[in-house]
């Protein structure tokens, strides 16, 4: 095939099409077995042997047809297969940041909700037994602004007071904690 090969050279280097497409079907399949030994993934080494061939044919006008073509071939598959490999690890490790950098988020917003909570029940501590009574009420048992009126005999105005003052005190203590 080294004579056959340099002629067909010849003509791919002239620009002959049926010429490139003799010497792509001559070398299809060697170079898709070298290219999925190399990557492991028949679609990609298929998609790397097809870039190969338009550079090839793309810088023809450079091809010697005096050297081994085959090396040739052959090392630009190599080094083609080691520089997406090189593109998949650089992925990966971005991916793996990402998940890292998400991962440390997620903790900050745990420690965060956490924080927050802890500053709140401190804040509901410091409140009046009263307040802290009706809040309870209104939150914990969902009970209405009447309901609570009647079961502390109070007026239904005092019971919306208080339960405006504990938010409000609440807000304060818990915005002024965090900062």
């Not at 080294?2 to 010849?10: P, S, Y």
């Not at 998400?102 to 900050?108: C, I, N, Q």
Request: aromatic share 10%; glycine share 2%; proline share 1%.
């Amino acid at each position: 095939m080294d004579c056959l090969n340099e002629r067909i050279l010849r003509r791919v280097i002239q620009g002959d099409q049926a010429a490139f497409a003799e010497l792509y079907k001559y070398y299809r399949t060697p170079a898709l077995k070298f290219g999925i030994t190399l990557l492991k993934d028949e679609e990609e080494a298929e998609n790397m042997i097809h870039e190969v061939f338009i550079k090839i044919w793309d810088r023809r006008s450079q091809i010697n047809p005096t050297l081994n073509f085959t090396s040739y071939l052959f090392t630009c598959l190599r080094n083609m297969a080691f520089d997406h490999l090189k593109k998949v690890e650089k992925n990966n490790q971005l991916k793996l940041q990402y998940l890292e950098k998400m991962t440390a988020a997620r903790d900050e917003e745990v420690e965060d909700k956490e924080m927050k909570f802890q500053l709140l029940y401190t804040a509901v501590n410091l409140l009046s037994e009263k307040r802290k009574q009706i809040l309870f009420l209104n939150i914990e048992e969902g009970k209405s602004y009447q309901e609570i009126a009647e079961m502390l005999m109070i007026s239904k105005n005092t019971v919306k007071n208080q339960l405006v003052k504990a938010k409000q005190f609440l807000r304060e203590k818990v915005d002024l904690a965090a900062l």
